[in-house]
């Protein structure tokens, strides 16, 4: 079944677009939460919390590409949870890729104000832009989807080495494009 008629039968409210939308995209969904998370019954749950707000979203939402738009909803579900229970529990490949970022990124803390951080993401966005497609598949397996760095790697078919310098580079870049860019000082 197309996205275009699952998003049809959400409109129609019928149950099997959540039927059709997890057996289409529930393994991308899944993989986010898992990566964020790392606690099978957590994952879980955000998955049906996924389905839920996808549920909630479509209509009015026509959502394009629809695997971005429920991974992107899995991922900030997974994200507050992980905020959630981050004082219970640490879980070190979350923390690893958000503690290489902020030699990049300013802290959250810092950026309080909603216009502030849409333009942060504006910003990073603009930079992305202008990576290669490898340079930008590596940082977006490693960051986005939270992928350790061996298996983003391997996913782009690159050694470890390789992959750990290229995101090295990379990370350096968007410094100093966010610095230019006056979004970190």
Known sequence: MTD?????LFFE???????????????????VAWNI????QD?????????LGAWNSIPPSRP???????????????????????AEKRNSQYDL???????????SQSVEEACEARELAAGIDRFLDTLSYEDRFLFMRRYWYADSLPDAARMAGMRYGTA????????EKLKQHLQKEGLLV
């Open 97 to 107: 890729a958000l503690d290489e970022l902020s030699e990049c990124i300013p802290d």
């Open 37 to 40: 998370l790392g606690d099978r």
């Open 164 to 171: 750990a310098v290229r995101l090295h580079r990379v990370k």
């Open 4 to 8: 275009s008629e699952i998003i049809d």
């Open 64 to 86: 394009d590409p629809l695997r971005s738009f429920v991974c992107r909803i899995a991922r900030n579900l997974a994200t507050k949870r992980y905020h959630a229970n981050r």
């Open 43 to 51: 994952a879980e749950e955000c998955v049906n919390d996924t389905w």
């Open 13 to 31: 409210r019928s149950e099997q677009a959540i039927t059709e939308l997890a057996e289409k995209h529930g393994g991308a969904v899944r993989h």
